[in-house]
């Protein structure tokens, strides 16, 4: 080994290359306080090294990126370590650089002759800050898409040249796949290249003028080895388990894939950047504009760092006190300012209901690409646009929850409210619902309700406009048709006969009947007794009840009910009453939403506007139907939370709430005899 050494130190001069790289004084002894410059420069290293492992597995392009990270998180050999080490890097390099520039300016590191390694690591900083940004959108998800998306806006807001800024960060005027390949390029070529160039610099001009020692008699002098390269050491190993346990532990986010048709409510920058986030939404500054928020402040406040060396030399001691005090209260600003924007998502609903919708997509997304039929050709967004679990919420809100409520929330797990009117304060009123809650539709609970329960279970109808006005025409001696759920004659008949129907002689028919009912719908994912379903079969045509309800069925009023829901429905039969056959199914409810005021439905008495095709497509149509049946492959994502205990809470913690005065989105059906419901999709 001596003699190898010997070669190479003849022909390289290796000896003397490593003496001056190891042996430099150290005024005042090793101190923890000068590790943080090796950590930082150990973080990139990490960075690096991870950096080019997922390269070798990355896809830059629209139709690959989210596909390439999500075989990378999900399916490589350690993968989502790898991803999860240069994440967690990311960040503590942001971290640790803001350690590095408090202790420079603490310890006065930036005065004459160091001026010009200050400013090298300013542009260290804006290098690395760079590095965050662009390596944001690389995953092509829906959370780095709009965040990035955000980003490139602020570019705009440049004086004078923004709109060719925002052209040349794009790579276009359009937001794609140019925009990807740019980022991946600036990402993973340029910014780490110039990061290494003016790294270098900055070690070399560091070397030359040594350290500033802010104590000199701390200790007496020793060399950087072995002493401070053991605790730099130290130091590095405790980032790397930093990061390693995280990314263990909380591996990285991949949220679902990029779709510019869905709106990402919930994307935020990353949390050292919420800060900035935070103050662009004071009033004052949304007043001022986004050019002043975002580019005029921060470029003063860059400017104020910058002149710090200039500010020392002019004013002495005390602008060396001035610049400390500067970058204490900027430091308490940045974490107050973080502080806020965690509390304020953390306090509204909003938020986090997207939030949950974020997450619920990209489970539902990571599952369907692990499925039986991976990802399509066309790439991973059509995962979703494809998916009734995931479209279906989407469109209930769109078409149905002005009237309709899906476990107390509008299907996407929001409470739907009213806005504060001028002078009121607090939270928004809850907005009544005025048609049934459909979120266990078709199910046997829904099925019992109607048998057992009628008017309690189509209460929310009352608080449509459209009641309130027909109650009032009734009373005044007009014959008005219209549905309601204390007068109509299943009411009646579920009211008549409550004590039969609850009876011990009765309780195993009604679980009869209800099983029928519920099988009728055939929901997927339900397995049905089929014991149960046959005799509850003969209950509905037949009648065969015990006690006083014998011979009573609901074929009386519904004839068709057992029957197959014909492939070409018409009118030419309709007894009056809505129509039963396969009452709750798929075929059912695609031509009930089409055709609400059918004859076969609820004719005069309907309220629920008819779904043309023009309103709602035959491909969305099929979506909600296939969501509201459970007719898509199982899912093991939590879905929304109920939201009726708030729901039935807001409106007095009554089964019936107060008639509103005047609902501008009525849609509501009716019902009229022995077991007929109305889904409103509306």
């Known amino acids: 080994m001596n003699a190898l050494l010997s070669w190479l130190d003849n022909r390289v001069g290796v000896k003397s290359l490593v003496h001056e790289a190891l042996y430099e004084r150290v005024p005042g002894g090793a101190r923890w306080r000068y590790v943080w410059g090796s950590t930082l420069v150990f973080t990139f290293a990490v960075q690096v090294i991870t950096g080019f492992m997922l390269w070798s597995a990355y896809s830059p392009s629209t139709r690959t990126a989210w596909e390439s990270v999500y075989y990378i998180q999900h399916e490589m050999f350690l993968g989502y370590v790898i991803r ?84 040349l960060a794009q790579g276009g005027r359009d937001y794609g796949h140019l925009t990807l390949t740019r980022f991946f390029a600036m990402h993973a070529g340029i910014l780490p290249a110039m990061l290494v160039g003016f790294l270098a610099l900055h070690i070399y001009v560091f070397r030359r003028h040594g350290l500033t020692v802010h104590d000199p008699k701390h200790a007496p002098d020793t060399t950087f080895w072995p002493d401070q390269v053991l605790k730099d050491a130290v130091a590095c190993l405790a980032v790397l388990a930093t990061v390693l346990i995280l990314a263990v532990l909380r591996p990285a986010e991949l949220s679902a894939p990029a779709d510019p048709a869905v709106k990402f409510d919930a994307a935020r920058p990353e949390w050292y950047f919420l800060f900035l986030f935070r103050f662009l939404r004071f ?6 504009g986004l050019t002043f928020g975002a580019i005029i402040v921060p470029g003063v406040i860059m400017g104020i760092i910058a002149v710090m060396p200039l500010t020392e030399r002019l004013l002495g001691r005390f602008g060396h006190l001035v610049n400390k005090g500067f970058m204490w209260l900027l430091a308490l600003g940045v974490l107050a300012l973080t502080v806020l924007a965690f509390y304020e998502d953390a306090n509204d609903r909003g938020h986090q209901a ?275 049946t459970k007719s898509y492959a199982a899912s093991t994502v939590p879905d929304y939370p109920s939201q009726l205990e708030a729901l039935n809470a807001a409106m007095g913690g009554s089964t019936t709430a107060a008639p509103a005065a005047a609902d501008k989105s009525e849609a509501k059906t009716e019902e009229t005899a022995p077991k007929a419901e109305e889904p409103k999709a509306q």
Not at 148 to 159: D, E, F, G, H, L
Not at 486 to 494: L, Q, V, Y
Request: aromatic share 8%.
């Open 354 to 628: 997207a939030l949950a919708e974020a997450h619920r997509d990209a489970g539902r997304a990571i599952e369907l690409a692990k499925g039986p039929d991976k990802i399509p050709v066309e790439g991973a967004v059509t995962l979703l646009r494809q998916d009734p679990f995931t479209q279906g919420p989407r469109l209930f809100a769109q078409h149905c929850a002005s009237c309709h409520r899906w476990n107390g929330h509008d299907g996407r797990g929001s409470l739907i409210t009213d806005a504060l009117q001028p002078g009121q304060s607090g939270a928004p009123p809850m907005t009544p619902p005025t048609a049934a809650d459909l979120g266990n539709f078709g199910s046997r609970e829904w099925m019992r309700a109607i048998v057992l329960d009628y008017s309690n279970h189509f209460r929310w109808l009352k608080n449509a406009g459209w009641y309130a006005e027909a109650r009032q025409k009734t009373a005044a001696g007009e014959s008005v048709d219209f549905v309601d759920p204390d007068g109509s004659e299943m009411a009646n008949w579920t009211a008549d006969n409550t004590e039969s129907l609850k009876s011990a002689e009765n309780a195993d028919n009604v679980t009869a009947l209800v099983e029928f009912l519920a099988a009728e719908a055939g929901h997927a994912q339900t397995q049905y007794d089929a014991a149960l379903v046959q005799k509850g079969r003969g209950l509905a045509t037949e009648g065969s009840w015990a006690g006083a309800l014998s011979g009573t069925s609901c074929a009386s009023c519904h004839e068709t009910i057992g029957q197959d829901f014909p492939t070409a429905p018409d009118d030419s039969s309709a007894s009056g009453y809505p129509i039963m056959a396969k009452y709750g199914s798929a075929a059912w409810l695609k031509d009930f939403i089409r055709n609400p005021g059918a004859a076969r439905h609820y004719g005069a008495k309907n309220r629920m506007p008819a779904y043309a095709p023009q309103q709602l497509s035959d491909t969305d149509l099929d979506l909600l139907v296939r969501w509201m």
């Open 283 to 288: 009033h004052a500054v949304e007043a001022l």
């Open 84 to 167: 999860g080490l240069h994440h967690y890097s990311a960040q503590a390099m942001v971290v640790l650089m803001a350690i590095h520039l408090m202790q420079v300016v603490i310890d006065g590191a930036y005065k004459a002759p160091r001026e010009i390694n200050f400013w090298l690591g300013i542009v260290l900083m804006m290098i690395v800050l760079g590095l965050s940004l662009t390596g944001y959108l690389l995953p092509w998800d829906q959370k780095g898409y709009y965040a990035t998306q955000v980003t490139t806006n602020i570019m705009s807001a440049t004086p004078v040249v923004g709109a060719e800024v925002q052209i």
